[in-house]
Structure formats: C-alpha cells, structure tokens
C-alpha cells in the first residue's frame, strides 16, 4: 500500500496541473457568465438609446482577451502535463538505487538502516526517537550530538530486536532537561516507482512511502556506502 505523499513540514502543498486545472475552471465559468451578460445586455438594449458603438467594441475586446485566456490556461497545463512526464522520465535511473529524505524507512529484519541525525548545535542530550508503522513509539536511543549517519541495527536501545516493518525516526535535541528541536530525521529507502502527482514527480519508495523527487537530499547505489548530494 502506499501512503500519502509526506514532506514532514520542509516543504509542503503539491503545485501544478491540479492548481492550474481549477484556475482555469474559474476562468472558463467568468468567460460564460461574461458572453450571457453581453448577450442580455445586447438583446434588451432599449431601441431608442442604443448601445455605444465604441462601448460594444470595448466589451469585444475583453470577451477576447478572456477567451485567450482561457485558451492559454489550457496549452499551460499542457505543458505542465508534458513536462512532468519529461521529468519522470528522466528520474526513471534512480529506480533501484537509495535516496535520502524525510520518510519512513524499510527494515527487513536484517540490514541496518542508515540514519541521517541533524541535532540542533546547542544540544547537549539527543534522543532518537523509533516510531512503527502505527506511530506508536517503540525505542529510543540516545545519540552523539553529532550529524554523523547513525546506522540502526533494529534494536529499541534496551536491547530488545523489533521486527521487519516500516520505521519512522524523530530526533529530539534537548539543552538542560529542555526539548529544544523535534525533526523526521533522513533516511535513505531503496527506490521502486517513479509516478507523475499533479505535474510534479514522486518516488516510491520499498516502504510504501510517496515522496517528491525534489525533497530528496541525496542520492546512491543500494551496494555503495557513499552518496552524493
């Protein structure tokens, strides 16, 4: 099953076709109204004092420039349509390889997960958090304070093995007994599916996850231990 597509708060609210879609619906609905009004207007214009010509003609002109852009809105989605698909085809690589961001990592009971911590500087006591699939809290670890990836090995910190599943982990930076920061911390999670969400690219990763492509921070291959931003 996959989830929905979660930014954890860094970046949030999907723009493209979706948002261009219901301006231009808004739109099309003015151009209508506007061409009944105009119709009305010239049907019931009273015989005796008729219409200025220059006043109609003034009306012409915005029933075009409204229809043009009407018309315009419909070649920008378009656009936008073909340009995703030019985008997911380009990310169609990292099918199969590690991205690092803010998600839910996949353990399969066996190979670590890699963590990437990022305390806040002024922390003297880092908590790592370790969520299940329920959201339900189910170890936590103390950290260095340190940026270093963290590899966890399944464990909850008191020794006890979890099982294959979903994992969410949060880090808490705490400055004299006080919860200073509390942030997703990145992950990396193998790849499976590229898919196009309102005109921008969204990967799946193997723990269901849909993330956009553009909040991955790092990129590597399953068998490689380095990444590259």
Avoid at 40 to 60: G, H, N, V
Avoid at 109 to 137: C, F, H, R, W
Avoid at 202 to 229: F, H, K, N, P, Q
């Amino acid at each position: 099953m996959t989830t929905a597509i979660t930014n954890y708060g860094t970046t949030s609210g999907l723009t493209g076709s979706a948002a261009t879609q219901t301006a231009t619906s808004t739109l099309t609905s003015d151009f209508e109204t506007f061409l009944r009004l105009m119709t009305t207007q010239a049907k019931y214009q009273d015989p005796l004092e008729p219409m200025d010509s220059s006043d109609y003609t003034a009306q012409l002109a915005q029933f075009s420039s409204v229809e043009q852009q009407v018309l315009t809105n419909d070649t920008l989605t378009s656009m936008l349509s073909q340009l995703a698909l030019t985008n997911m085809s380009q990310l169609t690589g990292w099918v199969g390889r590690d991205v690092r961001a803010q998600a839910a990592a996949h353990f399969d009971g066996v190979n670590p997960v890699t963590v990437s911590p990022n305390p806040a500087l002024l922390s003297d006591d880092v908590q790592m958090v370790i969520y299940d699939d329920a959201e339900k809290e189910v170890g936590r670890i103390t950290l260095p304070v340190s940026a270093e990836p963290y590899e966890w090995d399944g464990t909850d910190g008191e020794g006890n093995q979890l099982g294959e599943g979903n994992y969410t982990f949060v880090i808490e930076s705490y400055s004299k007994d006080q919860k200073i920061l509390s942030e997703v911390a990145e992950v990396y999670g193998r790849v499976k599916e590229t898919q196009s969400v309102d005109g921008q690219v969204a990967l799946i990763l193997e723990s269901g996850t849909a993330i956009l492509a553009t909040s991955v921070t790092a990129l590597r291959d399953r068998s490689d231990d380095s990444s590259s931003t």
